[in-house]
């Protein structure tokens, strides 16, 4: 089965009262094992999306090393007089992902079940897989590739439909925005996967016609993600084309067009 060795930053939360005290700070609730979530300005924009593994000395936060030291300085800010310690263990410790497998290795990812399991361990593994090619078969975004930190609505990357957001939580940072998003309006604009007859570069606008629907954020071989406007598209009588040639746009990760 394919094993990909991912860069994370891996952080360890310790402390009493730290599931309550993490808890409050982010957008889902931590019920399950292993958690997707993100912490957000009060503008409601993602800081940082990660995972929250919970282990028997407290919590294992892992995150694109990008994210690494903005979250890990935001949550100190966050910490204040609260008794709990935030180490990072990159150095001994990494996050591994694998697929189409048994599935008796690791924990099931929160967001799909067919992206497979992933697991933390200091143990050094044989990693062999394409893990970006394999989540943008499926059409999952992920802010390694596709986004930076403070630029992303949790609903432009799908994290209300991934299992990234509880909506019956109590107060997150952020919350008022994202809340309001979610009863008031209908979501203009979401990422999508792409895959292409001719790969694009980064930045490319997508369009139907002469209208823009959408701009490729990232791409690997013939395959991408790109952020689209889902009234546009719905509206537009041409099939859409990135760089004049044939684009597929996929459907979202709950199947909706």
């Known amino acids: 089965m394919p094993i990909a060795k991912l860069d994370r930053t891996i952080l360890h939360l310790s402390g009493e009262g730290v599931v309550a005290w993490f808890e409050g ?69 990494s996050v591994y992902a694998l697929w189409n497998g048994e599935g008796e290795m690791g924990q099931a990812d929160p967001r799909l079940p067919a992206l497979g399991q992933r697991f933390i361990t200091q143990d050094t593994l044989d990693a062999h897989g394409d893990y970006n090619a394999h ?24 994290m209300d439909l991934i299992n990234g957001v509880d909506f019956k939580k109590g107060c997150f940072v952020g919350q008022e925005v994202v809340s309001r998003m979610k009863r008031m309006t209908t979501v203009k604009k ?44 719905k509206a537009a009588t041409q099939n859409p084309t990135v760089n004049g040639t044939p684009v597929q746009i996929m459907a979202g990760p709950d199947g909706s067009d």
């Open 25 to 93: 700070l982010i957008t889902n609730t931590l019920k399950s094992d292993i958690t997707f979530a993100a912490l957000l300005t009060p503008q409601g924009k993602i800081i940082a999306d990660f995972f929250v593994t919970k282990d028997a000395s407290g919590l294992l936060i892992d995150t694109p090393q990008k994210f690494g030291a903005v979250l890990q300085k935001r949550l100190k800010l966050y910490k204040l007089r609260a008794p709990v310690t935030i180490e990072d263990i990159s150095e001994t410790h």
């Open 135 to 158: 989540r943008l078969s499926l059409g999952m975004p992920d802010s390694h590739w596709d986004f930076e930190t403070q630029t992303t609505f949790p609903a432009d990357a799908n």
């Open 190 to 233: 979401r990422f999508r996967g792409l895959v292409f007859e001719t790969p694009p570069d980064m930045g490319v606008d997508i369009k139907a016609g002469e209208r823009v629907i959408g701009t490729v954020l990232s791409v690997h071989n013939t395959m991408g993600m790109g952020i689209i406007r889902l009234d546009r598209m």
